[in-house]
């Protein structure tokens, strides 16, 4: 398995830098090399790029601007002398977050998470018998973390969030994906969108009426363009 990468830095020797140690990590392939993020967007227009290595304080757009401005993110590792903008990293998804000067085991570390990341994204995931996945994993607390299907009870969607509530557990899992992502990975027999925001569970429904589902004492609202398929699940019409 090969990472095809590019560096951003407009620092020339830290470029150089960046670039020796890409080439001491045998699974990383280096296609281009960007002195800013304008350089940037025309390679990634121009070559397929599965991780960014990518310096925050540059001329004309910095690097949290660039990240922002991608429709499509590769995985994307951020390597700055600053380390105030970590939590701002973190909420824009980046793999890692590197503080310069970067000594080679840190560096090798965070590449080593980077292919751990894109090989749980390219894996097959282990299927059941209807065809939908088992678990799958998602973002969460700056880790990866397996989510069992059949532990879910209901998800909401938050803006540019998820808030997945688990069976057993003290706190829901909030992870950065659009619910629509999250709904492909489920068997339609075995979950319903009820809503623009929720999909529940069907096993764990415990009562219907008509503008509303229960779980147990919490109550969740029907949309209009869902009670057709609500009331389905009744058998009544």
């Not at 590019?6 to 699974?27: G, S, T």
């Not at 492909?184 to 219907?208: D, G, M, N």
């Amino acid at each position: 398995m090969t990472l095809r990468c590019i560096a951003v830095d407009d620092e020339p020797l830290a470029l150089d830098l960046l670039e020796d140690n890409i080439r001491q990590v045998p699974y990383l392939e280096l296609v281009a090399k960007c002195a800013d993020a304008f350089e940037a967007i025309r390679a990634l227009q121009e070559k397929e790029v599965d991780l960014i290595f990518l310096d925050i304080q540059m001329p004309g757009l910095t690097g949290l601007q660039f990240i922002q401005s991608l429709a499509h993110k590769p995985m994307i590792i951020l390597i700055t002398a600053y380390e105030k903008y970590a939590l701002e990293g973190f909420e824009l998804d980046v793999t890692d977050y590197l503080v310069k000067p970067v000594s080679l085991p840190r560096f090798i570390k965070a590449c080593n998470k980077a292919r751990e990341l894109y090989q749980l994204k390219h894996q097959p995931a282990t299927a059941s018998a209807a065809g939908t996945p088992e678990f799958f994993f998602v973002n969460s607390d700056y880790s990866l973390l397996k989510i069992n299907v059949a532990d879910i009870i209901w998800i909401e969607a938050l803006k540019d969030y998820i808030r997945i509530h688990l069976s057993g557990a003290t706190k829901p899992v909030v992870t950065r994906m659009p619910l629509k992502q999250v709904e492909e990975q489920l068997a339609p027999a075995r979950f319903i969108r009820i809503h623009k925001s929720y999909i529940i569970a069907v096993a764990h429904i415990t009562a219907i009426r008509k503008n509303s589902v229960f779980i147990g004492a919490m109550e969740l609202p029907v949309g209009d363009n869902y009670r057709e398929a609500v009331a389905a699940l009744t058998g009544i019409r």
